[in-house]
């Protein structure tokens, strides 16, 4: 066990042969942006896939060259339940994003302008789609493992059902075979706040020199109250008012629409944060790829009602699967992965699954947690004994 | 029991002396807009009040002059559980409200012009004291009973603690002694849709001659899918596409940012429409009455943590309680409900509890369902026969 600690640097590639989108569109001269932790080995058996969800990127673990530390680092590096010692791990950011890979702030090769609101939409499909490409262009022909946390772990499966030759372990953390109505209807409503900011002029801010900012902020507010539970906000803020100063206790309520209570406080920040590196294009896309994604319709289009269930699509899949859900995540609750979990079942796949009893809600799968990572943990060093080595 | 269909009146009545507000602030000269029910009877003693919660006025029952029906028409009249052939029933507009009583479109007194964002913030606790003038006004000395829903419930409590003599029966329906952080958090997020709206203007909106509709329509979307529970939105949208044009069915997704689900077709039909006829100062104001009650604080200023428990405040009442709630309400679900219920069994309080077992989360207390009025109806005839006649 090396006790170095990582430091990836992001590479780049370029694609010139366009990648057909599941929408009909074409995309051409793209590039994605990935990071590497361990060493390939020989026959090639030990590469593990991480996908990310809405609010990440390629840079998986580690420190980068601008200091950031990774944003699943407590679960991949030396040692840690994806082991880099024995895995060869490889963080890709997808198209779309405004983390590196080609997005909506970059240049339209057709017409030399900013894509803005002209990328085209992208699916959960069309990304796995892209990760293939890389696969082969990094010399892999099938990956240990593909795993993620929530629309991680929606890529995770998609991998396993449209390239199933391709994936010998499937991890779905707190992840979902489909968004509810519930769960578009909060997409909707953050979308909307975007879409209705007098600075997002349809899409092309970018040309006017402003940032949706408001909306974007209203938009992150909404996605955060859906990623920690009640009892979790409940815990750190309850009714606690927020001090007028440091250390001077506020004694009663403004009366007035500043902010009274810390738990507005909290989600300010965190809104006001987001919407300063965020890209608004980005939001929009990836909701939709989150609305979009159903598992049992397999990245078919059109969709149609009944045309296929979760059972029939997984017959495709000859991977094994982790599946891990949190208690508490009312996002994509439990009863989210018991839907996938019962598909599998029926159709006599190997399946693993943990249910945490963990107080944090959806962001639970980001968090250290021993119950959880030693699932993770004992569930990889299975895959590193059966061979991956 | 009559077969005539209510057809109430409006009326107004205006005070003239000054309401000392529990922000410090004073209001004079407002006027409160209210409806009656049935017959006083020559004791005085079967009137029954009913408050509002958010998106609600004085007109709870019957058809009124413009032909609309009451919101509360299904529990309230000839007949109905809160019978009105038995009771005199009172429903009144809130002080801040956007449907004729003195709120933020009103012209403030002291200036002459209209209010807009200068109208104070006001209380559950001076909802009370203003309904306590109406009462006296009335002719009133105690209620057989104080009801609401939602926020209309916490009125109802707060007139048991705040006037124990005035209070003998205190019904509060899907309603908490105080929001949880979750709670505040959607109601801050709405308001900062509002705020942050250009046509906002401060909320002197009014003088531009615009509406914030923007803000407006995402703070009402918000609302609405709180009040909505997962497994109702499942059953009534779930991922059901919404069609091109009536009865053509559409054939996969859009791939842009239009409406792609039946869910946000919904949920957009719903914020429009509210956006239309109401006041964003209300909703502000409405909003920061939610996040100030706190039944254990009992109305006092400044608000101290551990000051005073709800246990302690409860001995105060004199009243008896019928508290109710339902299984899918996850906006003030059952627990809400269970920590009034345990103060009062601890202070040997009268309390009849019923948790209806109702698909429709928190909106099920405006909805028809035999259990839940059959609760209400036999409350009711024992108050009746208990000599409110």
């Known amino acids: 066990m090396s006790s170095n600690p990582l430091k ?9 042969e366009p990648l057909r989108l599941q929408s009909g569109a074409q995309i051409r001269d793209y590039h994605l942006i990935y990071e590497t932790y361990g060493t390939l080995n020989a026959d090639k058996s030990n590469a593990v896939l991480i996908c990310h969800a809405l609010n990440a990127s390629h840079h998986v673990a580690g420190e980068n060259e601008k ?5 699943w680092d407590n679960m991949v590096g030396s040692g840690k339940p994806v082991d880099t010692d024995k895995f060869f791990v490889v963080g890709v950011n997808n198209l779309g994003s405004c983390f590196g890979s080609t997005g909506p702030m970059h240049a339209n090769p057709d017409t030399g302008k900013i894509y803005g609101a002209d990328f085209p939409v992208v699916t959960v499909e069309d990304w796995v789609d892209a990760q293939k490409r890389l696969m082969h262009a990094l010399g892999i022909e099938q990956w240990a493992a593909v795993m993620g946390g929530s ?4 890529q995770a499966m998609a991998w396993s059902v449209r390239y199933p030759e391709c994936v010998r372990h499937c991890v779905a953390i707190a992840s979902t075979t489909h968004l509810s109505a519930q769960n578009i209807a909060f997409n909707d409503v953050a979308r909307q706040a975007i879409l209705s900011d007098p600075n997002f002029h349809g899409g092309h801010f970018y040309e006017h020199g402003v940032v949706p900012t408001n909306g974007l902020r209203v938009a992150r507010m909404i996605g955060h109250i859906t990623y920690l539970s009640d009892d979790d906000m409940a815990d750190k803020f309850g009714r606690e008012l927020r001090p007028i100063e440091q250390g001077q206790i506020r004694e009663g309520y403004r009366f007035d629409y500043g902010v009274d209570f810390e738990i507005e406080s909290y989600l300010h920040y965190q809104g006001d944060k987001f919407a300063t590196y965020f890209d608004a294009n980005t939001y929009l896309l990836i909701t939709k790829a989150l609305d979009y994604f159903d598992l049992a319709q397999a990245g078919r289009t059109p969709v149609r009602e009944n045309d296929l269930d979760l059972s029939t699509v997984l017959q495709q899949s000859q991977a094994e699967y982790l599946v891990i859900s949190f208690t508490t995540d009312w996002r994509f609750s439990p009863e989210h992965s018991h839907d996938l979990v019962q598909a599998l079942v029926k159709n006599q796949r190997k399946v693993t699954y943990a249910e945490i009893d963990a107080p944090h809600g959806h962001d ?17 060093n299975n895959i590193s004994v059966g061979g991956a080595q």
């Open 8 to 16: 990836p640097i992001a590479q780049t590639l370029k694609f010139t």
């Open 67 to 71: 200091g950031d530390t990774g944003w």
């Open 151 to 154: 629309l991680g772990g929606m």
């Open 364 to 380: 639970a799968f980001l968090l250290t947690d021993e119950r959880y990572h030693n699932v993770v943990r004992a569930y990889f």
